[in-house]
C-alpha cells in the first residue's frame, strides 16, 4: 500500500489547511488510519485517527475542536481539516494505515505510511 500525503502548506495563525491522504488500493477501506506529526528535533506524534467505518475518531487534545479527521473509501482518501492554527501545530504531517479496524492513538499499530507533507504556521 502506498500512501500519498498532500494539502500542507505555509500560513498565518488563525488561517485552515485541509490535508489529504489517499491510498493506492482498496485495502485501506478495511483498515483505520491515522494522521502523526513530527516537529523538527522531536519525535512523531499521534494527532487523531480514524476507523475503517469512519464511526469513531480519536484527537490528541492539542487539537480537538480545532481538527476534523473524515475518510471517503470510496475515494481511499483520507482528510485532515485543520482550523484555527496555531505556530505548535507547524511539522511534518505524516498519514498512515493501521493493521486493524479499529482506531488507535499507538503509532506501533501502524503499517504503511505517507511520505509527510509540511505544514508551517506563521505567527
Known amino acids: 500500500v502506498q500512501l500519498q500525503a498532500s494539502g500542507g502548506g505555509l500560513v498565518q495563525t488563525g488561517a485552515s489547511l485541509r490535508l489529504s491522504c489517499t491510498s493506492s488500493?482498496?485495502?485501506?477501506?478495511?483498515?483505520?488510519m491515522g494522521w502523526f506529526r513530527q516537529a523538527p528535533g522531536k519525535e512523531r506524534v499521534f494527532v487523531a485517527s480514524i476507523s475503517w467505518r469512519g464511526e469513531t475518531t480519536y484527537y490528541v487534545d492539542s487539537v480537538k475542536g480545532r481538527f476534523t479527521i473524515s475518510r471517503d473509501n470510496a475515494k481511499n482518501t483520507m482528510y485532515l481539516q485543520m482550523n484555527n492554527l496555531e505556530p505548535e501545530d507547524t511539522a511534518v504531517y505524516y498519514c498512515?494505515?493501521?493493521?486493524?479496524?479499529?482506531?488507535?492513538?499507538?503509532?506501533?499499530?501502524?503499517?504503511?505510511w505517507g511520505q509527510g507533507t509540511q505544514v508551517t504556521v506563521s505567527s
Open positions: 498512515a494505515t493501521a493493521l486493524g479496524s479499529r482506531a488507535s492513538t499507538d503509532v506501533r499499530e501502524y503499517r504503511y
Open positions: 488500493r482498496r485495502t485501506s477501506s478495511n483498515n483505520a
